[in-house]
């Protein structure tokens, strides 16, 4: 997967990534869900509505914008995950 998509956090980044047509919200490697648009993804996790993050933290809580215009948007770079 390749990250669109960056925001930072008080516990690390969040990425929007694009895999086969679908966007993926990535935190340390993993996916937290797939959506059909990144707007749809960056408002699913700005709202807390994802799989759970391992430590325990509700996204909701770490002002992730759900404007994606807000978030840093990526050059093609290195792949992540797959």
């Known amino acids: 997967m390749h ?8 516990i ?5 990534a694009e895999h ?3 966007f993926f ?3 340390e490697g993993e ?3 797939g959506y059909a648009t ?3 993804a960056a ?3 700005a709202g807390g509505h994802t799989f759970g993050i391992r430590s325990g933290v509700d996204p909701a809580k770490l002002g992730i914008p759900d404007d994606l215009a807000e978030w840093h948007k ?3 770079g290195p792949s992540i995950g797959h």
């Open 3 to 10: 990250p669109l998509y960056v925001w930072d956090t008080s």
């Open 12 to 16: 690390g980044p969040f990425s929007i």
């Open 20 to 22: 086969e047509g679908r």
């Open 25 to 27: 919200v990535v935190f």
């Open 31 to 33: 996916s937290l869900g």
């Open 38 to 40: 990144a707007a749809l």
């Open 43 to 45: 408002a699913d996790v």
């Open 74 to 76: 990526c050059e093609r």
